[in-house]
């Protein structure tokens, strides 16, 4: 692919150049482009934005994207909780002081759709004089475009960041009992359980065993068993044999290979635990990453491998979370909004994020592009776990809106199956708990 290259400004940059790779060369346009990006110029957007090393992202390079198109953008950032409780009031009123909002996917996704709160953007997507020819819906993974486009397939929003669940593992402590990364349930079950040695104090694997905090374990593993924890119609399937089998697979991991006190642990007592050099394995979302790499937190630096979720029975599948930018119905400027959206998922941006530390893109020609590579912290075997996970990425929560009390009803019948409690009879009960809830949320 060629281009034919206008002198590089920072009035030229376009979002979105592919082929040019990472952030070396900020502003160089494509002559393909025919976006107007001034069309909008002198108009203000309001854009709201959750709290976190990706908003910092986007705020710092503010000045870029008014630059561009003449735009002014008041941007305000809370924290996540303070935020997703102010934008459901606001939006709800159906007067949002507004245009742009910052959603996290896997807790409201159908709040918002059920809302129809954000504006219907397919039609943006595919007119090229607002889109960069590089913006194609192919370039995302599944499971982003499973998450922004709306029950009836309309696009609503742009996939913004991602987080893939990976296995970490410690090849130090696979070598010295002659283990190799497991590619299926059945090995990564024997590699925990051939590392585990209480008595030098070792582990072969850890997790979250927390309520609420230990329901995406579950889930995750469920994909791999080809299952969801609500059928395609529409009805629980919690207690499904699938279902089951992927708690007895959890349970299992957690009695016979995870350390004492796992019933305890959410991400960050976990990622403590693997820190100390002493687990073999640790499932979590690939964003916990980076303490790993650094030597004043961490006593694995340079021994740790980043492996893509082994083969279930039924499926290989990579849990996915994650969060994406929307245009508000009720903005009268949804032109200028989506080009702001746009902006802040180009490729120049997404390169930024990951070489940052701060997210990871759902663009998959972002992680593949060389150059971009070239500038990540990371090892490259980290990056090569996150491209894996987005070819089987699959949502890892189902898309409702009581989220948060479906955690917490499944989440408390694991951590008793940690205790010994039986699966089948725990999800069966968590599920006559969970149904009413569910049909309320729905009614």
Known sequence: MTHSLLKPTRRGFLAGTTAIGGSALLGIRPASAAINWKKHAGTTLEVNLVKSPRSETLIKYLGEFQELTGIKVNAEATPEQQQRQKVVIELSSGKPSFDVVHLSYHVQKRQFEKGKWLADISGFLKDPSLTDPSLVEADFADAGMQFARDADGVLRSLPFSVDYWIIYWNKELFEAKGLKYPETFEEMVTAAEKLTDPSTNTYGFVARGL????????????????????????????????????AKLYQRLMTKAAPPGVSGFNWAEAQSAFLQGKIGMWFDGVGFAPPIENPE?????????????????????SGTFGDGLGVVEASTKKEAGYL???????????????????????????????????????????????????????????????VTEFRDSFGVGLTNMIGGADPATELKKATEQFAPVLARSEG
């Open 297 to 317: 937190k961490s006593r694995v630096v340079g021994k740790v491998g980043y492996g893509v979720m082994p083969k279930g029975p039924s499926a290989q599948a």
């Open 340 to 402: 702001f959206c746009q902006w802040a998922i180009s490729h120049e941006m997404g390169a930024r994020l990951l070489q940052a530390g701060a997210g990871v893109p759902f663009r998959q020609s972002i992680l593949e592009d060389r150059k971009v590579r070239e500038g990540v912290k990371m090892p490259a075997a980290w990056l090569d776990a996150v491209v894996g996970s987005g070819k089987i990425s699959q949502l890892a929560l189902p898309v409702i809106i009581p």
């Open 211 to 246: 309520k609420n905090a230990n329901t995406p374990v579950w889930t995750s593993l469920m994909l791999g068993y080809g299952a969801k924890p609500i059928g395609a119609d529409g009805k629980l399937a919690t207690d499904s044999k699938e279902a089951v089998e992927a």
